[in-house]
């Protein structure tokens, strides 16, 4: 057997490096064609061409290089609202695959506890869920099963600092200087787990019906008419086939501003491909199938009677002990992961959290108050009345007479004022709550 020099050996023309799983062991293999990029993809998110790393462009819905100018096309299978669902079974989970398909590691947060999934090199200061900076890097955990559909993001930086500036800017109730906070490089992109329910749902409702009837009587020998309510059990169908309600697979995301934004076009799922990740950050899901299925059920009951209540108020505009049972069936599951831009932010001492949707741009999140405009709107609102009430009712009543159906008037002013005062109260308190 010939000796060979390593020191002087040199890879065959068309080879280059490939990844090894052995540290200090160096790989050479056939450089990939064209068309087996995507493959390569699989594998690696450096860019075949000149070995940087590469990342999914929104804007180019492509893997790219901005070294040296490389485009990969996906070639990722739009599926759709055709996406297969599986059943609530064992088998179908373990049909699943482990992990990302792609070496990253988790960025975790000491004070949260989020697990952030990164390429190999990719850090960040502060966890963009808590705004903490308590974060370090360790390996990833593969205890997640493997998504099998995405939506890819599609909201370039542009747009997206716009629609910052537009939610974070509008409001009279909020500082002047929030609008300042409106920058792309304070939010993350994070593809997160989501859960996507399908079920038909057999119900009945029951509920005292009011039906308005004339009646007549007699006062001081004339007749006269009143309206009286006559109530009645009565009961329904409650049936309703729910399509693509999602519940988020994290924790770490507040279910109510999630709903805000949930509006995704999920007939634009695509394939599963790690290239897709590339340049991104994801996270696995830390909510379970059954505990999002639970939540998922709590919702779809919520809808239904809600619907099936305002149905029974449009016929007669009087409904009572409104209840309602439902059974499920035809249950189904898919497991995918949606594009969001999240931040977390501090502004006086307290932490607030916004979502945009990667797909349709859409801004929902917490906003801290300027309670000093508050208290002043509605001191503003009862003032009037006070000076109706107090100052002009008590000289009239002096002088005309009449002071008393003044003083009448400024009281329901002031109930008035102050029934709109705490409708104004309630809408800060959401604005600021998660």
Not at 155 to 182: H, I
């Given at each position: 057997?010939?000796?060979?020099?390593?020191?002087?050996?040199?890879?065959?023309?068309d080879?280059?490096?490939?990844?090894?799983?052995?540290?200090?062991?160096?790989?050479?293999?056939?450089?990939?064609?064209?068309?087996?990029?995507?493959?390569?993809?699989?594998?690696?998110?450096?860019?075949?061409?000149?070995g940087?790393?590469?990342?999914?462009?929104?804007?180019?819905?492509?893997?790219?290089?901005?070294?040296?100018?490389?485009?990969?096309?996906?070639?990722?299978?739009?599926?759709?609202?055709?996406?297969?669902?599986?059943?609530?079974?064992?088998?179908?989970?373990?049909?699943?695959?482990?992990?990302?398909?792609?070496?990253?590691?988790?960025?975790?947060?000491?004070?949260?506890?989020?697990?952030l999934?990164?390429?190999?090199?990719?850090?960040?200061?502060?966890?963009?869920?808590?705004?903490?900076?308590?974060?370090?890097?360790?390996?990833?955990?593969?205890?997640?099963?493997?998504?099998?559909?995405?939506?890819?993001?599609?909201?370039?930086?542009?747009?997206?600092?716009?629609?910052?500036?537009?939610?974070?800017?509008?409001?009279?109730?909020?500082?002047?200087?929030?609008?300042?906070?409106?920058?792309?490089?304070k939010?993350?992109?994070?593809?997160?787990?989501?859960?996507v329910?399908?079920?038909?749902?057999?119900?009945?409702?029951?509920?005292?019906?009011?039906?308005?009837?004339?009646?007549?009587?007699w006062?001081?020998?004339?007749?006269?008419?009143?309206?009286?309510?006559r109530?009645?059990?009565?009961?329904?169908?409650?049936?309703?086939?729910?399509?693509?309600?999602?519940v988020?697979?994290?924790?770490?995301?507040?279910?109510?501003?999630?709903?805000?934004?949930?509006?995704?076009?999920?007939?634009?799922?695509?394939?599963?491909?790690?290239?897709?990740?590339?340049?991104?950050?994801?996270?696995?899901?830390?909510?379970?199938?059954?505990?999002?299925?639970?939540?998922?059920?709590?919702r779809?009951?919520?809808?239904?009677?809600?619907?099936?209540?305002?149905?029974?108020?449009?016929?007669?505009?009087?409904?009572?002990?409104?209840?309602?049972?439902?059974?499920?069936?035809?249950?189904?599951?898919?497991?995918?992961?949606?594009?969001?831009?999240?931040?977390?932010?501090?502004?006086?001492?307290?932490?607030?959290?916004?979502?945009?949707?990667?797909?349709?741009?859409?801004?929902?999140?917490?906003?801290?108050?300027?309670?000093?405009?508050?208290?002043?709107?509605?001191?503003?609102?009862?003032?009037?009345?006070?000076?109706?009430?107090?100052?002009?009712?008590?000289?009239?009543?002096?002088?005309?007479?009449?002071?008393?159906?003044?003083?009448?008037?400024?009281?329901?002013?002031?109930?008035?004022?102050?029934?709109?005062?705490?409708?104004?109260?309630?809408?800060?308190?959401?604005?600021?709550?998660?």
């Amino acid at each position: 057997m010939r000796d060979v020099d390593p020191d002087a050996w040199t890879p065959p023309a068309d080879f280059v490096s490939v990844p090894s799983t052995v540290d200090g062991v160096e790989l050479w293999g056939p450089r990939p064609a064209e068309d087996d990029a995507s493959a390569w993809a699989l594998q690696s998110t450096k860019c075949p061409q000149c070995g940087a790393s590469a990342a999914f462009d929104p804007g180019a819905g492509a893997l790219t290089c901005r070294f040296c100018g490389y485009v990969q096309e996906q070639q990722a299978r739009t599926v759709g609202t055709a996406a297969e669902q599986n059943e609530f079974t064992l088998e179908a989970l373990r049909q699943f695959e482990q992990g990302w398909g792609v070496e990253r590691r988790e960025l975790h947060c000491s004070d949260c506890g989020a697990n952030l999934a990164v390429e190999e090199g990719g850090m960040t200061a502060t966890c963009p869920f808590c705004s903490s900076n308590h974060v370090n890097l360790q390996e990833a955990t593969q205890a997640g099963i493997r998504p099998k559909f995405l939506i890819p993001f599609a909201v370039k930086t542009d747009v997206l600092e716009k629609n910052l500036r537009t939610f974070l800017g509008k409001g009279w109730m909020f500082p002047s200087s929030l609008a300042q906070l409106a920058k792309t490089d304070k939010f993350v992109g994070i593809y997160l787990p989501f859960w996507v329910f399908d079920a038909r749902m057999d119900g009945i409702w029951r509920a005292q019906i009011g039906h308005p009837h004339t009646v007549t009587y007699w006062e001081n020998g004339k007749p006269k008419t009143r309206t009286e309510i006559r109530w009645k059990w009565e009961s329904g169908g409650a049936s309703d086939t729910v399509k693509g309600l999602l519940v988020p697979g994290t924790t770490k995301i507040s279910a109510k501003i999630a709903q805000r934004v949930e509006g995704f076009e999920l007939g634009a799922l695509k394939e599963y491909a790690p290239a897709f990740l590339a340049g991104w950050r994801a996270m696995t899901y830390d909510l379970a199938l059954p505990e999002a299925w639970d939540r998922g059920r709590a919702r779809m009951r919520e809808q239904n009677r809600a619907t099936n209540e305002a149905q029974a108020q449009r016929r007669t505009g009087h409904v009572r002990s409104f209840t309602m049972t439902a059974d499920f069936e035809d249950e189904r599951w898919r497991y995918v992961l949606l594009p969001m831009y999240v931040s977390a932010y501090v502004y006086g001492g307290k932490t607030y959290q916004v979502l945009v949707n990667g797909q349709t741009g859409e801004v929902a999140g917490q906003k801290p108050v300027a309670w000093w405009r508050i208290a002043a709107a509605i001191a503003a609102a009862t003032t009037p009345s006070i000076f109706v009430g107090i100052c002009l009712a008590v000289p009239l009543t002096l002088f005309a007479g009449i002071g008393f159906v003044v003083m009448i008037i400024g009281f329901l002013m002031f109930l008035g004022a102050l029934w709109w005062g705490w409708g104004l109260w309630q809408r800060a308190l959401d604005a600021e709550s998660a």
